[in-house]
């Protein structure tokens, strides 16, 4: 006789809440919801909105509609990090995200990131009311960085790249020897660990059988002991896989997000806002049943 119910696996995902420690005393409950970070690009050449928001008031408008449709963070970017892109100065960059996030900040109480590996942007952006830094280089570009963020009491979003260094032949063991040595940095400088969040950077120097690998392994990260952020959105190995164009990845994106939150993903940065949240919706709704399943309570027709 096949027992009612079956028992999860102890190596599946079970959200456990805690909390993400931002700056102006602001806080983000991680656990069992899962949450949208949008991307706003102010640069003309970013791979799929590039020269989409170009004035202030377009920008700010269009994370105004992001936050609406179910973003809990705008993150804003001034210059792009697509494969080949030209690099700005600090200038042009500050020129770009600073009067976005102050508007923004000033017009609405959405969590504002500020998307920079330097470390004076990121002090002017937490001034102008940016709650998070987003480093793509993990704390590892600028020296001053990690200081920064540990000064203004910010959430720092530590990126891994396989970019301008040599990788470890797994996928796995260079996330580690990467994030490792940024938790390090951060730590050093005083960063508090609930300040902290991962992300593993696909697309960022990986090809797509190192994307999917890593998509496959995600769970092993959890072994890092930090809320965990992915960035699919749009990404060319999701392109590789349906065949689809950049601008007709939506759908894998949102699968991508699906699979990544039921293996532990806790914040999405994606540009579609409405297929990511259905498909947030639907893990969610799947992680609720697995966690009332390993707390021992019943789940179907008796509820």
Known sequence: MTKPHQEPSKSRFIPVARTWRLAHDRTLEIGPQGYIKAVVNVTPDSFSDGGRFDTVTAAVEAAQEMAGEGAAIIDIGGESTRPGAGAVDAQTEQARVLPVIEMLAQRSNVLISVDTYRAQTALRAIAAGAHIVNDVWGLQKDPEMAAIVAQCKAGICIMHTGRERTKAADVIEDQLLFLRQSLKIAQAAGIHDEAITLDPGFGFAKDTDENLELMARFDELHALGYPLIAGTSRKRFTGAV?????????????????????????????????????????????????????????????K
């Open 242 to 302: 349906s065949g689809r164009e950049m601008e007709d990845r939506d759908i894998a994106t949102a699968a991508t997000t699906a699979i990544l939150r039921l293996e532990g993903a806790s914040i999405f940065r994606v540009h579609d806002i409405a297929a990511n949240r259905d498909a947030l919706a639907m893990a969610d709704a799947v992680l609720a049943v697995r966690t009332a399943l390993a707390d021992g309570e019943k789940w179907g027709s008796q």
